[in-house]
């Protein structure tokens, strides 16, 4: 069931949000291609991370389809957002979750710019997705 909230008063970012869960299906996507099949012209996109390449690029095909679920779970998010569909915030609510618990894992090991900017990040998007204007619009 759609929301009954009328678009031109949806809380501030709401929009941005859900283009932000269609960004992270595009990059997810792109990893999962340049692993799955490398030796593309697209492995150039991995200049922008290059230590992530070298760590995933070993794992190959297995990491390829663990990226195309990623990609597929944000793209479903995305579209769900926007239909204001409340599993859909609970689905973009658990991947944010799961992204700092990643960043406290780059804590752990050690790399501590990383897994600060990442929890900052995601803390703050993770309190965006539970303030009470934004659960508003996902309320049956």
Do not use: C
């Not at 009328?6 to 990059?27: E, H, N």
């Not at 990623?70 to 973009?92: D, E, H």
């Not at 303030?131 to 049956?140: D, E, K, L, P, Q």
């Amino acid at each position: 069931m759609i929301a009954a909230m009328p678009p031109s008063s949806l809380p501030r970012g709401f929009s941005a949000l859900g283009a932000f869960l269609f960004f992270g299906a595009t990059m997810a996507a792109l990893a999962a291609i340049t692993l799955l099949w490398p030796g593309t012209p697209l492995d150039h996109t991995w200049a922008l991370n290059p230590r992530a390449h070298k760590e995933l690029a070993p794992l190959g095909p297995p990491a390829g389809a663990a990226f195309l679920v990623l990609a597929a779970a944000l793209a479903l998010a995305g579209t769900g957002w926007f239909r204001r569909r409340r599993w859909a915030w609970w689905l973009a609510t658990a991947i944010v979750a799961t992204q700092i618990a990643g960043n406290l894992v780059n804590l752990v090991l050690k790399r501590y710019l990383e897994g600060a900017v990442g929890i900052t990040i995601a803390g703050a998007l993770l309190a965006y997705l539970l303030s009470r204007n934004i659960r508003g619009v996902f309320r049956a």
